[in-house]
């Protein structure tokens, strides 16, 4: 935990941030989230709550 993150979701959205938390159905509290868009920031979100069943990979976040 307190790793910065890569998850892609379903629809093929794209979000970056630290993540602070996770349950058995992999829902995910992010901290200092931003959406991307080609893998460059369009929107900074601040604290966000990602539904797991939307959740298609996490991964090792390359930026800080």
């Not at 794209?14 to 080609?38: C, P, S, W």
């Amino acid at each position: 935990m307190d790793s910065n993150v890569l998850v892609e979701l379903k629809g093929g959205r794209e979000f970056r941030g630290t993540l602070k938390g996770y349950d058995i159905h992999m829902n995910l509290v992010m901290e200092a989230a931003e959406e991307l868009q080609n893998g460059e920031s369009v929107r900074k979100l601040g604290h966000v709550v990602v539904r797991g069943d939307n959740v298609v990979l996490i991964s090792p976040s390359l930026e800080d």
